[in-house]
């Protein structure tokens, strides 16, 4: 199966040289076991998830989990082989890996139609590309929202890993606070940031739900850190937070994004 890129010179530029703008070469890089990374516009987070990607040391393969934003589709849902066409090259879909991940999860289908216009998994792959352009891809998108399915695809994807011989990188792909003004936001957003650098999933997914955070991508951001804990993961840390309104002067109604990486 082959997905075309839909978002290419809206959400985020075609070129190399374009895509340089939003990264920082200079950065020192440190190895990292999962990231968690916005997926607005890069006009809006692409400063934030570009700064994680420069510090980062690259993998062969990525498993970017992200929300459902559609409604189409498994709720639960694996492309699971094939390519992605993006500006800068074709991407191959690690179906090797994606299979194994499969055999571990009771709730992963393979499913092309949640991927098919959906852009948080698109919005990543120029970033990862620009450090690795053989790069194989394993994209999982999530409309369910209970624990039990994040822990189900936590597993799944970290006894996989322990399965490879080569390396690989968990993504999260997620916004924080959705249209709320800046100081509201930035408050919410504080709570479940704190949750996650202290890698507590569970904690994270309570805060999130008590509180009422609008954060699209909580289920993949507590499927990541329980599968990074089970890979060993010891700390997080925070790179850089934003919000839109940092950008748009607009402080009524901000989305926040946080770039997160998990050693």
Same mark, same amino acid.
């Given at each position: ?11 985020? $530029?075609?070129? %190399? ?26 006009? /809006?987070?692409?400063?934030? *998830?570009?700064?994680? /990607? @420069?510090? #980062? ?11 459902? =934003? ?12 094939? *390519? ?10 690690? @179906?090797?890996? !994606?299979?194994?991940?499969? &055999?571990? @999860? ?6 092309? &139609? ?6 948080? #998994?698109?919005? &990543? ?13 394993? $994209? ?15 597993? *799944?994807?970290?006894? !996989? ?16 606070? =959705? ?13 479940? #940031? ?10 994270? /997914? !309570?805060?999130? %739900?008590?509180?009422? #955070? ?5 289920? $993949? ?26 950008? !748009? ?15």
């Amino acid at each position: 199966m082959i997905r075309n890129a839909l978002f290419a010179g809206t959400w985020y $530029p075609k070129t %190399k040289t374009e895509i340089e703008e939003y990264l920082d070469l200079k950065t020192q890089k440190t190895d990292a076991i999962s990231c968690i990374c916005p997926h607005a516009g890069w006009m /809006y987070s692409g400063k934030v *998830a570009g700064k994680v /990607y @420069s510090g #980062i040391n690259t993998a062969e393969t990525y498993i970017i989990i992200g929300p459902n =934003h559609t409604g189409n589709g498994a709720p639960a849902s694996i492309f699971s082989e094939g *390519a992605w066409k993006m500006p800068l090259g074709d991407v191959e879909i690690d @179906s090797a890996l !994606s299979k194994s991940i499969m &055999q571990f @999860s009771e709730f992963l289908k393979t499913d092309t &139609q949640a991927h098919m216009r959906e852009h948080c #998994i698109e919005v &990543q792959i120029p970033f990862i590309q620009y450090f690795n352009p053989k790069v194989k891809i394993v $994209p999982i998108v999530l409309m369910s929202d209970e624990f039990e399915v994040a822990q189900d695809i936590a597993n *799944a994807v970290a006894e !996989s890993i322990k399965k490879t011989n080569y390396k690989t990188m968990i993504i999260a792909s997620t916004d924080m606070t =959705h249209y709320e003004p800046q100081q509201y936001a930035k408050k919410m957003d504080s709570l479940a #940031i704190d949750k996650i650098l202290q890698l507590d999933a569970a904690g994270l /997914y !309570s805060t999130v %739900k008590q509180n009422g #955070i609008s954060m699209c991508g909580i289920l $993949p951001a507590t499927a990541v850190i329980i599968a990074s804990k089970k890979l060993g993961a010891k700390s997080a840390r925070l790179i850089q937070y934003s919000t839109s309104g940092d950008v !748009s002067g607009d402080m009524d109604a901000v989305v926040g994004y946080a770039g997160i990486a998990v050693k």
